[in-house]
C-alpha cells in the first residue's frame, strides 16, 4: 500500500519569506512518480512539479524548488520569496511508475497562507 | 486553462438517491481518473478509465460505477448515496501511452452535497 503524509496542516508566513513544505512517503513499488499540486480556493488542482524516483537531483525552477532524498523517503517542496497568490493548498501526491502519473496517492495536504 | 470541465459544480442529493455526475476529458487525452476530496482532506482515487474500460480501483464500494465513452468523456455515478459521500469530485484527464513524463490535468470539481 501507498502512503503520503504532509504533517503540516497550515503555514502562515509574510509575503516574501521563504516557504518549506514537508513530505514523507511509503511505498513498496522501486520506481515510482512524486508530484506536487496546488489547490487554489476555485478547487482545481494545478500540476507544479514531478520527480521519478530513480532521478535524486534537486532542481529549481523559477521560484520552486524541491529535495527529494529517497534514502529518507522524504519530498520536499519550497517556495522562495512567496507571494499573497501563492495562498492555497499544496498537496504531496505519489504514483507508480507505470500508471504515469495517474493513481495518485495524496497526502492530506498542506494549506499556506501568505499575508501581505 | 487545463481543458478538463466537470458539470454539474454543485450538487444537492437526498441520501438513497443516485447522481450522476460528467467530465469531458482535455483533447487528445484518452485515460480519465476519479477522485473523492472530503472536506480538509486530500484526494482519493476512486477509479481510473482506460479506453472505455475500468483500468484500476481504489478502496471505493460498488455503488460507485463509471463508464467512458468514444470521445473519452466519463461519467461517475453513485447509487444509494450516503451523508459521508458528500464531497468535491474531481476529474483528471491524461494523454495517450503509459509512459513517462505525463501528468494529469484536473478539472475544478463537482462539489456533491448529501442531505
Known amino acids: 500500500a501507498q502512503k503520503v503524509t504532509q504533517a503540516q496542516t497550515e503555514i502562515s508566513v509574510v509575503e516574501k519569506e521563504d516557504v518549506t513544505l514537508d513530505c514523507v512517503y511509503e511505498t513498496r513499488d522501486t520506481t515510482y512518480y512524486l508530484f506536487w499540486y496546488k489547490q487554489p480556493p476555485s478547487g482545481e488542482l494545478v500540476f507544479l512539479i514531478r520527480r521519478n524516483s530513480f532521478d535524486e537531483q534537486n532542481e529549481i525552477s523559477g521560484r520552486y524548488s524541491w529535495n527529494f532524498q529517497k534514502s529518507t523517503s522524504s519530498f520536499n517542496f519550497t517556495i522562495t520569496a512567496s507571494q499573497v497568490v501563492d495562498s492555497a493548498v499544496y498537496f504531496c501526491a505519489l504514483s507508480p511508475i507505470k500508471a504515469a502519473g495517474n493513481k495518485l496517492t495524496f497526502g492530506g495536504g498542506t494549506r499556506v497562507l501568505v499575508k501581505p | 486553462e487545463t481543458g478538463v470541465t466537470q458539470s454539474p459544480t454543485h450538487l444537492i442529493k437526498t441520501r438513497g438517491q443516485q447522481v450522476t455526475l460528467r467530465c469531458s476529458s482535455q483533447s487528445g487525452h484518452n485515460t480519465v481518473s476519479w477522485y473523492q476530496q472530503a472536506l480538509g482532506q486530500g484526494p482519493q482515487f476512486i477509479f481510473q478509465?482506460?479506453?472505455?474500460?475500468?483500468?484500476g480501483r481504489g478502496n471505493f464500494p460498488p455503488r460507485f460505477s463509471g463508464l467512458q465513452f468514444p470521445n473519452y468523456s466519463s461519467e461517475l455515478n453513485v447509487n444509494a448515496l450516503e451523508l459521508d459521500d458528500s464531497a468535491l469530485y474531481l476529474c483528471?484527464?491524461?494523454?495517450?501511452?503509459?509512459?513517462?513524463?505525463?501528468?494529469?490535468?484536473f478539472g475544478q470539481g463537482t462539489r456533491l452535497t448529501v442531505v
Open positions: 483528471a484527464s491524461s494523454p495517450p501511452g503509459q509512459n513517462m513524463n505525463t501528468e494529469a490535468f
Open positions: 478509465y482506460y479506453r472505455e474500460e475500468e483500468n
